[in-house]
């Protein structure tokens, strides 16, 4: 068995949903949508399964989702993409950034990771031969720095592993952050795989900045958006690549064999959804601001220290404050006595672990938010 992955625990977010489960705790630890998700969309993939094509897909995907993912992205960021040679489909972000780092690594280069990040990464790295370097950022701005970046950054550095906005902090990279990074990666010549999924939920009238678009960084940058994060359909694993031919090629050789294709009927269903008027977006996003405000007002109220949400369905609660300094023994104290699931943003970190941070997930109905607050209260009552 290769040691890496038979060396891998039980994921905290298993143990926590597992626990929700026999608890009967509320669930704001995974990360998913109560709501079903757009049904116009849904409805274009029912009928492309009747009457469309169920048969092996090209393998960089449908025309019609490429065209649509240039057009969209041209829309919504500005970006000049060539749907024939610099747009691919595949099985999901997962699946694009397993494949851009099997296609890009060479058994010792360095890959520099950002913690927190999201849990697939150091597998994926590792087992694709690299040498993960980690940039630990702390709350709570979870900014870069120079110094930090210059520790990470060596000869070695061969890529980049960069999520923007970022899941769990929910923060959004400034452009000074982003400009500093591009540097970072001109002068080491590596490339920036950018795991931008959650570019579409962003709130208060901010617009995300793709680090493709940054000066110097078009012909070094692979881009990933999924399509179940921009329409809340976490389930239906389609991801967007977006990369210059010269890296294109390189990428499209370990999709070829990896999973070579994605169901025709999602791509043309998200085909579709992409092409959807500013009014969807806007609504999906003042809709999760909405929820956002609501939960995190409750959380105030009870005295909660509530982190800035700019981004993704996720709100941070410190819980140095409550005399709290073991993220993971204060999640399971809460689901298992409170029945409130929740997240430890210590799980996110492989070096330099912040233990004062939890994470909800709040793309959730009023109701189950409300219940939560209520639960959450009976906790700030026995404090
Ligand atoms: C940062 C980040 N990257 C990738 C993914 C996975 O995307 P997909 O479901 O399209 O594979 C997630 C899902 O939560 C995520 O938060």
């Known amino acids: ?21 026999e608890t009967g705790a509320v669930n704001l630890g995974q990360g998913f949508p109560d709501d079903p ?3 116009d969309v849904r409805r274009r993939a029912a009928d492309a399964v009747i009457s469309g094509w169920n048969q092996y897909p090209p393998m960089m995907g449908l025309p019609e989702l490429r065209q649509a993912t240039a057009a969209h992205f041209k829309h919504w960021q500005g970006l000049d993409l060539d749907p024939d040679s610099e747009i691919m489909v595949t099985s999901g972000a997962t699946e694009a950034i397993a494949g851009a780092l099997m296609a890009l690594i060479t058994p010792g280069d360095e890959v520099v990771l950002f913690e927190p990040m999201y849990d697939a990464y150091v597998p994926l790295v590792r087992r694709a031969g690299g040498i993960p370097k980690f940039v630990t950022l702390t709350p709570p701005a979870f900014g870069l720095s120079e110094a930090a970046l210059a520790r990470a950054f060596s000869p070695k550095t061969r890529v980049v592993l960069f999520n923007n906005p970022l899941n769990p902090t929910a923060t959004i990279f400034s452009d000074a952050d982003l400009d500093l990074l591009a540097d970072f990666c001109i002068r080491h ?23 493709l678009a940054r ?7 692979v881009k990933i958006s999924s399509a179940g994060k921009i329409f809340s359909l976490t389930g239906w694993k389609v991801g967007m690549v977006m990369a210059a031919p010269e890296l294109m090629r390189v990428l499209a050789k370990a999709h070829q064999y990896i999973t070579f294709t994605t169901p025709p009927n999602l791509q043309a269903a998200v085909a579709y959804g992409l092409g959807k008027d500013e009014a969807y977006f806007e609504g999906m996003r003042a809709d999760f601001q909405r929820s956002r405000d609501r939960f995190a007002g409750g959380l105030k109220d009870l005295g909660f220290s509530v982190l800035p949400s700019v981004g993704t369905y996720f709100l941070n609660v410190d819980i140095a404050p409550l005399g709290e300094h073991n993220d993971i023994a204060f999640c399971q104290r809460l689901v298992t006595e409170n ?45």
């Not at 068995?1 to 489960?21: C, D, G, H, K």
């Not at 010549?189 to 680090?211: L, T, Y």
């Not at 000066?215 to 940058?221: A, K, L, Q, S």
Request: charged share 25%; net charge negative.
């Open 339 to 383: 029945g409130v699931a929740a997240i430890p943003v210590s799980a996110f970190y492989a070096e330099g672990a912040v233990k004062n941070v939890v994470r909800f997930c709040f793309a959730k109905h009023d109701a189950t938010l409300d219940a939560a607050l209520e639960r959450l209260a009976g906790l700030r009552r026995a404090a």
């Open 215 to 221: 000066p110097g960084m078009r012909e070094r940058t």
């Open 1 to 21: 068995m290769n040691p890496i992955f038979s060396a891998l625990q039980t994921s905290v977010f298993e143990v926590m949903s597992r626990l929700a489960r």
């Open 37 to 39: 998700g757009p049904e």
């Open 189 to 211: 010549d590596a490339v920036a795989i950018c795991d931008e999924v959650w570019e579409h939920v962003v709130f208060d009238g901010s617009r995300h900045v793709p680090m």
